[in-house]
Each structure stands twice: as C-alpha cells, then as structure tokens.
C-alpha cells in the first residue's frame, strides 16, 4: 500500500456519549484487532506529521445465531457542558478523516469480520491533539471506540478559570481549554475568612478530560461553609505540560434567621469594614509576594475573573 503507515492502538468498548454494546445486551461486541497477536489494546492512538495517511483494523463479533448488519463511521470526540464525554453529530476533524474499506459489513452468525480503515490526515491540521471515535450501529445500539490522534508540532498547553460562583453548598466555576493538547486538571480550593483560613484543599485530579477547545461547568461541594463570615474563595488549576491558573470570588455568609430578623445596622457597618481593611491588607501581601504593582482598583472591588476570550464553544 502506498501509504506512510503508523501503527494505531485500538481501543475496546469506550463510551463517548453511547450506550455500550456487548455480548450480553446486544448479543454482538466491538473489540480490537488482533492482527495475530493479543488482544487487549486500551485505546486507538495515532501520531503523524500533516499529511500522513495512518492504517489499521476494527473488529466485530457476532457470537448470536443469526446474520448481523453492522454499520461504521467516524466522529470527532467533544465534551458535553458537564464535561461528560460524548461525541459531535457531525465530523470536521479526525472523524471527516476515517475512511472505512466498508462502512457497512453483514456478519454471519458465530463470526468475526475485521474492517481496515485509514486515518488521512490532512496537510494544513494544526498541531496537537485531535480526538476522535469509531462509531459501530446495529441491532438499534452504538458503540464507540476512541481514536487518539495527535498531530506532530509544536505544543501548548493552557487553560483558564472563570465565572466562579459560591451558592448552595457548591463552589460552581468552569474551565476552558485554551491549548492544542487533551487535559487533565488538578484543583486546590483555598478559602479565606475574616479570622483566618476556612477551607485548604490540596490539589486533586478531576474526573474530566478536557479536550482542546472546550468549555466546561464543574461544581465543587463545600457542605460546611461558616456561619457568619465574610471569605474568599481561590481556585487554582494545573494540569500537566505546565497548565496552570487562578480564579477567585468572594461571598458573606449569613444565617437565615438574622436575614429574615434584620442584624442591627451597626453590626454589618462594622463587619464590612472589617472585611474591607482584611481584604485589602491580603491583597497587598499577595501581590508583593509575587512581585507586582501594588493595587489600583477601586475600594470594594469585586477580585472575580474576568471572561477570556478565545474558546471554541
């Protein structure tokens, strides 16, 4: 074949927004090809310059007693709002680039038919990772099989924080995806009162990979936050090739009787004031430790992120 050719990994069954199909719902399963050797590989994945044509084989088997018609196409992976895994309805990236040798195959019964496929990469594809997926439709059920292709180039890793909010037992914010690489981010929450430190959790790796491009809304639960306090609340967000960023927000926390009863006027005059002067006091240690300009903004002045521009919706 003349053809630059790539080994890929295939993967097993991986949902990306479909309902699994496997020998004991459907009678009929997706599953690497062996191509002679074992079974077993965890994922499709590709790597080429632009312009490469890359190679290989996806497998079904049919262990039922009657004739399946299995039908394939290509897809490109996204991330839904909850940053839940799923795929677009329709491909413009690595899944408009599968070609199939047949896109639709009649399997016999207690048989497994092995597919070639192509991956044509095209020679303007930008740098960087590129996820995709291998849909396979029968009996009214999909499956998916994830195809990991990144392009040879330069890099970048980056995201942002923004529109962090504190309500209801939650710390809500969202995370977008600003580089050319998939990410998987780590949070610390840090959250400061009046009198000192209320919440400090170390960084922890979440349960999304986000994909280049992508914006997602996370919630993160603070069940016990104070009583009566003014905090703030810093978010800080790594990931891995050097990702990193910071966004925060401030909120009062008011128990519901003095809301409802009216606090005395004195009270909230001198707690405001309070808060002001620690604030400001924290701002300007925070901002000699990292080397900058001293402070220019209005008293008051909410410290929330602003929105960044940029992200592929």
């Known amino acids: 074949m003349p053809f630059a050719v790539r080994a890929l990994c295939l993967a097993s069954v991986t949902v990306l927004g479909v309902a699994p199909v496997s020998v004991a719902d459907a009678d009929w399963s997706v599953v690497p090809s062996a191509g002679g050797g074992r079974d077993g590989r965890p994922y499709f994945y590709a790597e080429g310059a632009p312009g490469t044509v890359l190679q290989d084989t996806v497998s079904v088997r049919n262990p039922g007693g009657k004739p399946l018609t299995v039908r394939f196409r290509g ?6 709002g909850d940053g839940t895994l799923s795929v677009r309805a329709r491909a413009k990236d690595t899944g408009a680039w599968i070609t199939f040798a047949e896109r639709t195959v009649r399997i016999p019964a207690r048989t497994r038919a092995d597919v070639p496929f192509t991956v044509s990469v095209p020679a303007d594809t930008a740098p960087g990772d590129h996820p995709g997926a291998i849909l396979a439709s029968a009996g009214g059920r999909t499956a998916a099989v994830r195809v990991q292709l990144r392009v040879g180039g330069p890099t970048l890793s980056a995201l942002t924080v923004e529109h962090v909010r504190i309500h209801g037992g939650h ?4 995370l977008v995806n600003r580089g050319t690489t998939v990410l998987t981010p780590k949070l610390a929450v840090r959250a400061e009162g009046l009198f000192g430190e209320v919440l400090d959790r170390a960084p922890r790796t979440l349960p999304v990979e986000l994909l280049p491009g992508r914006r997602v809304r996370l919630d993160e639960p603070w069940p016990d936050p104070p009583a009566l306090d003014g905090v703030d609340v810093e978010l800080t967000v790594t990931a891995e090739g050097g990702a990193r960023a910071e966004a925060a927000a401030e909120t009062w926390f008011v128990p519901k009787a003095a809301a409802m009863a009216g606090a005395p006027a004195g009270l909230a005059v001198c707690a405001g004031g309070a808060l002001w002067f620690v604030r400001r006091v924290r701002r300007m240690r925070l901002v000699r430790r990292r ?3 001293g402070p220019t903004e209005a008293a008051g002045q909410a ?4 929105e960044s521009t940029g992200a592929v919706m």
């Open 75 to 80: 897809a490109d992976a996204d991330n839904d």
């Open 303 to 306: 410290r929330t992120e602003v």
């Open 291 to 293: 080397g900058q300009p």
């Open 171 to 174: 710390i809500s914010y969202e």
